[in-house]
């Protein structure tokens, strides 16, 4: 049971204590927070849901198009901006610290390579002295130590200062950042094309309901008191 409903329900109750046994000070509390409760559940509740008769409601729902417009202006225009894209890349540490190759080159499929490196042998003046000792096959067992040695010499190239300087250079190009930008927006306009009326109602309630959820606890309680000061002064 949420603080909404508890609120709701002890002021119906104080409504109906007062109004069973008589006491108009306690039945005019439990009217005013019953009101003051009521009044900002449906405020809440019209934020969501779409209420005959009521304008103005249902205004998430409603307005989604301009919600999913408003999301991607504010993540293009505040944070993926030109100037906040250079500030990254010219950072403390700049890119050296932001681009880490290594897991890409152990991920890396080097045998290609070295089925290259056969065929240039194979097809060079050493391809037939090569074919006296068994061709290509004989030097087929130094595939893997091959490709161990391309990577240890691709992560060396990979964390030196000279292709840093040459990645950094690269990436401040002005086309470059705006290639990046539109990249960026492409992705987040897919991600929310991808949301529904639906599934924004329910992560934005579950987002504000514990607070929201106050909103009637205090309309209970200060409804409630409103009530007691009226009925003091009309006693």
Known sequence: MNKSVITNLIAAILVA?????????V?????????GAVTNWLAIHMLFEKVPGLYGSGV???????FKAA???LMMKQFFTEENIDRFLSGDGGVEKQLNLQPVIEKL???PAFDALLSTVAQSSLGGMLAMFGGTDAITPLREPFI????SSLSEIAQSDDFYALVKEEL????????MRAKVEEIVTQRLDELTPQLVKEIIQEMIREHLGWLVVWG???GGLIGLAAALIQG
């Not at 039945?27 to 009101?35: M, P």
């Not at 161990?148 to 990577?151: Q, T």
């Not at 401040?172 to 290639?179: G, T, Y």
């Open 17 to 25: 204590v007062g109004y069973l046994f008589a006491l108009p000070i």
């Open 27 to 35: 039945l005019t509390v439990g009217l005013f927070a019953l009101s």
């Open 60 to 66: 998430i729902p409603s307005r989604f198009e301009e």
């Open 71 to 73: 999301i991607a202006h």
């Open 109 to 111: 499929d080097l045998s």
């Open 148 to 151: 161990e040695k391309m990577k």
């Open 172 to 179: 401040e190009q002005p086309n470059m950042i705006a290639d």
């Open 220 to 222: 209970g309680v200060f």
